[in-house]
């Protein structure tokens, strides 16, 4: 096992961001060069209990040595088994900084180590602006109540938790300010871009070769100090080194390791849903999901369930994946699974056409890879409520057409695909009807619920696939682009335009476009729509397209499917490619080859949501994003 380390120059670290998390969905994150670039950036951001949820509870650390600001003698930013450090040159030293969280523990560790030169004074001054972390930065700061002893400190600013720091040298907070932090990409995304900082004071200690860490978390004391820095670092390297020895040989080493490694800040406990974790527990079950991207996204049905295969079957993780598909099954609510479920005391929100067809490919991944039989005869009751409520119809609309067995989904105001985007009252990507993606998922569902059921279900099953399938081919076929309608049924002027998303007719374990077409859809789909970092949602010759996802959110809501390149389609598009020519696997991974320069750039040794559609494809939106890490990971096995 080797993970490449990924260094960086100082002169080569503009725009680019760092992140580790602790398995909660909290995380601490911020630019390579020091300052906070976002809202949702903090060197503490917590997963606290219902009902507050993500919370930035430490903005970040002002550090000096010999009065000189530590940042301005930084000469070279790298990941260590995806763990950040930083190096710092001048003054006659060179000084390392590094960050990890402890998992599990809304706790972080700080730990500065004089590599070279003489001991020299560091001094520390922790800067706080509590709040969730979606919030506005123009959030009022609370007053606050500071008390220290023996080295440790407690911060309260109620409603919120106390913040915990300890720290061996002298707290000297006795010196609080005030001042206003400027936040770039907010400014860059048209959201509010100044707020408030509070500082206590300072730490101060003088540095030499045994080292310095300071301590954060809103643990009660004897959880966060339960491991001194030291071990908390090592504890979190050899947890790593365990999760490699458990993956799939082909991700062991390389840009694989590195994203496998990034896979494991996906998934996590949310432990902020008391009454879910009781009944949970109560039934011998462990809650786990996947927080679909960092910093603003938790966890979404269609992006758990596309993902659940990369980020834990194949690196492992089968107890987290079967805990996933057990956690979402009891959400299943009028045969249908969460679109998403919000961070904090808000329930979860239903309105999606596909993450429930979702469930039922993850459901077969698991079962192939596990034979984990069990949890598929306690799932499949409710797998079976869902084909039904499909049949008969469900809520926004989504049901089976009499006419031809295919799936329909069309409610005013709601976005039920993952390629649904409104800007107000403006549908941008006005899919309601028969989506080409929603249709292939239903056959593969049909076709996995023949082969799981028995006896006259299986039977009626099974035709209805065939049905399906029969419609499928007679009405989605564009002949004169040699492609797949995207939607059918719906606006006339969608139908022709050439989407990626008849990808998932091809690649799917039941692939419902007819064999004598695939090759057709696989060279229009490379010709027109692959760029190095994934598929463009729409060519460059269409008059809607868009080459740039930027601006206010308008700007960004209307190129986000017009264009806007999605990395995590390059998992399916492997999957065509290989159906269409099995022994090409040379060609499917130079496909995704491609992706390995941009592990050093926007947040670093992940991937991201989207890049713009042309050259040279700035990475976009989150910076770090699951089914792009999961997609990379799973088809980069599927071509080894």
Known sequence: MSVPEIRIPSAAMAEKEWMVTNGLGGYASGTLAGPAS?????????????????????????????????????????????????????????????????WRQNTVNVLYRLVAGAPVELSLRPWLHVRHADWGVDQPLLDAVVTVEDGKAEITMAPWPVVRLAWAGRLELNDPRRTEAVYPIETERDFLDRGPLWSPGTLAATLDQTGVALTASTEPWAVALALTPDEALAAEQERRRRLLSRAHPALRQGPASVLTLAADAFVFTPRNRPELLARVQAEGDGLCSIVAGYPWFNDWGRDTMIGLEGLTLITGRWTEARDILRTFARYLKDGLIPDNIPDGPWPPVYHTADATLWFFHAVERYVTATGDTETLALILPKLAEVIDRHRDGTLFGIGVDPEDGLLRAAAEGYQLTWMDAIVGDWVVTPRRGKPVEINALWYNALCLMAGWLKGDAAERAARDAARA???????????????????????????????????????????????????????????????PYGIRSLPADDPRYQPRFAGNQHSRDGAYHQGTVW?????????????????????????????????????????????????????????????????WLRAWVAAS
Request: hydrophobic fraction near 45%; proline fraction near 8%.
């Open 567 to 631: 990395p995590f389609l390059l998992g399916p598009f492997v999957d065509a490619w290989l159906k269409v020519w099995p022994g090409d696997r040379a060609g499917a991974r130079a496909v995704l080859t491609a992706m390995e320069p941009h592990l050093a750039e926007y947040c670093v040794g992940t991937v991201a949501e989207v890049f713009d559609a042309d050259p040279p494809h700035k990475p976009r939106g989150c910076p770090a994003q699951g089914w792009s890490v999961a997609e």
């Open 38 to 102: 976002r809202r949702h950036d903090g060197l503490l951001v917590a997963a606290l209990d219902a009902p507050h949820g993500r919370t930035v509870m430490l903005d970040g650390v002002v550090e000096t040595v010999a009065d000189v600001p530590l940042f301005d003698l930084l000469t070279e930013f790298r990941l260590e088994q995806g763990l950040p450090v930083w190096r710092f040159e001048g003054l006659g030293r060179v000084i390392e900084r590094r960050v990890v969280m402890s």
């Open 469 to 531: 399938r029969e419609s499928f081919n007679k009405r989605f076929w564009y002949a004169e682009g040699g492609y797949l309608y995207d939607v059918i049924d719906g606006d006339p002027a969608e139908s022709p335009l050439l989407r990626p998303n008849q990808l998932f007719a091809i690649s799917l374990t039941h692939p419902v476009l007819a064999p004598e077409h695939w090759r057709s859809v696989v060279q229009v789909i490379r010709d027109k729509l692959l760029t």
